[in-house]
């Protein structure tokens, strides 16, 4: 588990690929890993990984096809910023929200602005992950935590405020730069929960869920009109 809070930026050195997937070489000399070990977790840019060798400054991990497939990390090149995090330890200050490394999706940016001395970031994220993202609740984006402050369909906005700014890689954002975003735990195990034993019956997914369905199982309906 990570909070979202991003310890320092990294550069990735290399990505070789291994076996039809790939191993991702990290500099990370503003990271202190005296305590790491082989098989600790680092999440880089939003995504879990296992620390697989520590050559002295920073540290290599290997990248599934499945991961390469729904996150960023194989459009990464040579050179470019990453967010680092190491998972969190018992007893640590959970200063962000609870985020397990599991990316959901990648989104976008659509706009950025001044606002104040804070940059407003909009983001739109796939359509699949739109029900989960909520004014005022948590969202993961490249691995930060941070608050959605507005919600517009599929898209959302952020603000992001001077050190969050210089510590992460917002500063390399632009619109159209793609993004690994992970919605908040809480919202996707609720729905989860939800479909009660239907959850167990074969091809039922969360999104299954319909008004139609939910009166049935007692839940009020608020869609109408009111006298």
């Not at 917002?170 to 009660?196: H, K, Q, S, W």
Request: hydrophobic share 40%; aromatic share 4%; proline share 4%.
């Amino acid at each position: 588990m990570f909070t979202g809070i991003i310890e320092t930026l990294g550069s990735l050195e290399r990505l070789t690929p291994s076996g039809g997937d790939v191993r991702l070489h990290v500099n990370a000399t503003g990271m202190d890993l005296s305590d790491t070990r082989l098989g600790d977790s680092i999440a880089v840019n939003g995504v879990c990984l296992t620390v697989t060798d520590l050559p002295g400054n920073g540290f290599a991990a290997d990248v599934s096809r499945e991961s390469l497939d729904v996150t960023t990390l194989g459009h990464l090149g040579p050179g470019d910023r990453v967010n680092l995090e190491r998972a969190l330890a018992l007893g640590d200050r959970l200063g962000g929200h609870m985020v397990s490394g599991h990316v959901d999706g990648v989104g976008e940016v659509v706009a950025m602005e001044p606002d104040a001395r804070s940059t407003r970031v909009r983001f739109r994220a796939p359509a699949a992950l739109a029900r989960y993202i909520a004014a005022k609740g948590s969202i993961t984006i490249d691995g930060t935590s941070l608050t959605v402050n507005r919600v517009d369909g599929a898209e959302f906005e952020v603000n992001i405020i001077p050190h969050t700014w210089s510590l992460t890689r917002f500063a390399v954002y632009a619109v159209g730069t793609p993004v690994n975003l992970e919605v908040d735990l809480i919202a996707r195990y609720l729905e989860r929960l939800m479909l009660g034993d239907r959850a167990a019956e074969p091809g039922t997914q969360a999104g299954d869920l319909s008004e139609a369905w939910l009166a049935e199982q007692g839940f009020p309906n608020h869609s109408g009109s009111r006298d």
